[in-house]
């Protein structure tokens, strides 16, 4: 094989992966059902009468990197964010808020990009909602 044939299936290689590792984690629909078992979406509002601590703030965001791709969901991010706040030991999560849009994900190299935030929490005793 030519130097030049080498070169140009490694740049290929080098792409696609390149490509695959900048797409986010996606959770399987078994796992995200008990995602939103284990870990609750909580408004402000249902957090006035429960003991919780802050673990901290947790953000997930998935882009459409190519035109063939599926275009990311901001379900698809929740999950992603209960995935991770889970690892956290939380066992909820409040202040949710997600951003989509193209004029952001412009900037970022996508066609189209939801990003969540969230603060995950650790709720203790007191009622709940």
């Known amino acids: 094989m030519n130097l030049s044939y080498r070169l140009t299936i490694g740049l290929l290689v080098l792409l696609v992966a390149g490509c695959n ?3 986010g984690t996606s959770v399987e629909p078994e796992q995200a059902q008990q995602l939103g078992q284990q870990v609750k979406v909580y408004q ?11 673990l901290g703030s947790v953000d997930a965001s998935a882009c459409r990197w190519m035109l063939w ?37 412009l900037t970022r190299d996508c066609w189209s990009r939801v990003a969540c935030t ?5 709720t203790s005793g007191g009622s709940t909602p």
């Open 118 to 122: 969230a603060e995950a929490i650790r």
């Open 69 to 105: 791709d599926e275009t990311p969901t901001e379900q698809g991010v929740t999950n992603q964010l209960l995935q991770k706040a889970s690892a956290m030991n939380a066992n909820g999560v409040t202040n949710l808020s997600c951003d989509s849009g193209t004029a952001s994900a």
């Open 21 to 23: 590792a900048r797409q």
């Open 44 to 54: 402000s509002s249902d957090l006035a009468n429960v003991k919780y601590t802050s």
